[in-house]
């Protein structure tokens, strides 16, 4: 008895596995050459891949085929009007997927449902959640012509306004462009189309109450093959259902980005890229500009345009900044103030122009003989100041007559002889700008008064 069930335990999987035909199926399979239609854009039940009929329901068949030995061949058709057209005229003997229903029925017969799924609503992006279809009563929607959608919101729905396109891409088309307000069909066909590049805009907004039992549909004198295919059908496990399945769902989700997505997404990051770049580079070159212009007006806010030296402004800073030093620190600080004499004739004898070259050559012959530490500007006309920090009343003295002889003895170019009158004096307590300019004017003054040429001091 023990021996006996083992045996029977071991060959129930065997048997199970088996599928057991009636004599007249084995026979009808043996004798018929099955002539299978179908569509190829109904994807991912049908479609082609590498010029090869492929898809969930493609996968079914060649399963079922495989088990109970079918000789077949399958031919794909454009359209699902002509897949039914010869199913009814019987130039075709099966169809891989469909629902039955009652138009149907009339010319062809089913098998059992292999897959089940919900009919889906599609709309753009922009629109919110659908939660009852009759919600659509006033829009326009479209179905694949003949589908099995179309049957059943016609059926149910005879007032709503449907639209029938050729085949799902063309319906999904129409709701890109805004010519329908939703495109009604089965979820997975639907999900696995808005995932493409093409139908981005476009997403689920809300299921029918119907599902989708997908169905093979045979021609109606062949009811020998609807049993054989039900008993394969109740062979398939779940297993094999789960990995068709995850097979093509898998693909639907393939890669986040299509290879349109990422060469646009590239595109646009050069483009930014570029024009950061072009920016930066605009930018790099005002900034550029900015600097000469502000060098520039540096230059005019502190030297003078003829001479070169420091002009009247930059002398006035100068000399408050050295009042100030000398008055924290208790240092010396002395200034010669200079004149030229008699400069009104030199203008008068040989031009404004001369008189200006005079001007250069007179500043060029001071700046040798002074320290780099001293101040040397114009203070305006043929006036000068020098601003000697670190330095006694003595040394300013014994320096302006230094300069006072260097000009005397110097040969000018066109005019020969120049003279310059010297007004010295130092810093003392409580001294402001304008007391030690006011004393050091007075005495340059003095020297003018008493015969030019000459330096005095206080
Ligand atoms: P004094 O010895 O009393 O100083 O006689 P002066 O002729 O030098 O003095 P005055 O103030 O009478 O005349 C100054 C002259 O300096 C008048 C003006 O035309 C000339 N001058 C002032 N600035 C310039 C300049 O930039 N270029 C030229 N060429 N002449 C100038
Ligand atoms: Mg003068
Ligand atoms: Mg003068």
Redesign the pocket.
């Known amino acids: 008895m023990l021996r006996m069930i083992i045996i029977f335990a071991i060959l129930l999987p065997l048997y199970s596995d088996k599928i057991i035909l009636t004599k007249a199926e084995r026979e009808f399979i043996d004798s018929h050459y099955i002539k299978c239609e179908t569509t190829t854009t109904w994807q991912p039940f049908n479609t082609t891949k590498d010029g090869k009929l492929s898809g969930i329901a493609i996968d079914y068949w060649n399963i079922i085929k495989k088990q109970l030995h079918i000789k077949s061949y399958c031919t794909p058709v454009n359209s699902w009007s002509q897949v039914l057209y010869d199913i009814k005229n019987k130039k075709a003997d099966i169809s891989l997927c469909t629902a039955d229903t009652p138009d149907k029925r009339k010319y062809a017969v089913f098998t059992k449902p292999y897959v089940k799924y919900p009919i889906v609503i599609a709309t753009k992006n922009n629109v919110g959640f659908i939660s009852d279809i009759t919600l659509l009563k006033d829009k326009k929607i479209a179905v694949g012509k003949n589908y099995t959608s179309a049957q059943i919101l016609k059926e149910n729905y005879p007032n709503f306004h449907i639209i029938e396109a050729e085949n799902i891409d063309e319906a999904l088309k129409l709701l890109c462009q805004d010519k329908v307000y939703a495109v009604i069909d089965i979820l997975p066909v639907i999900a696995y189309k808005i995932n493409r590049y093409e139908f981005s805009s476009l997403k689920i907004s809300g299921k029918t109450p119907w599902n989708f039992n997908v169905k093979f549909m045979i021609r109606n004198d062949y009811g020998l093959l609807v049993s054989s295919i039900n008993k394969a059908i109740d062979n398939i496990t779940e297993d094999e259902k789960v990995r068709i399945y995850s097979k093509w769902i898998k693909i639907k989700q393939k890669g986040l980005y299509s290879t349109n997505d990422v060469f646009i997404i590239l595109f646009a990051f050069a483009i930014i890229v570029f024009l950061i770049l072009f920016y930066v580079g605009y930018l790099r070159k005002e900034i550029r500009k900015r600097k000469v212009l502000e060098s520039q007006l540096e230059r005019l806010a502190t030297f003078d345009k003829?001479t070169n030296i420091f002009n009247r402004y930059k002398m006035d800073l100068a000399l408050e900044e050295q009042i100030e030093i000398a008055k924290r620190y208790n240092r010396d600080l002395s200034i010669i103030f200079f004149?030229?004499?008699?400069?009104?004739?030199i203008?008068d004898d040989y031009g404004?122009k001369v008189?200006?070259i005079v001007?250069k050559e007179l500043t060029k012959l001071v700046e040798k003989s002074i320290r780099k530490s001293d101040i040397f500007g114009r203070w305006g006309?043929?006036e000068f100041l020098i601003i000697l920090p670190e330095t006694t009343k003595e040394e300013a003295i014994l320096l302006a007559e230094k300069l006072r002889k260097n000009i005397e003895n110097h040969k000018f170019k066109k005019i020969k002889i120049l003279t310059c009158s010297f007004g010295v004096t130092d810093y003392k307590k409580d001294d402001t700008f304008e007391t030690i300019i006011t004393r050091v004017d007075k005495k340059l003054y003095v020297a003018?008064k008493s015969g030019?040429n000459r330096v005095k001091y206080e």
């Open positions: 003829l004149d030229i004499d008699h400069f009104k004739l203008n404004h008189g200006d001007l006309g043929e003018k030019r």
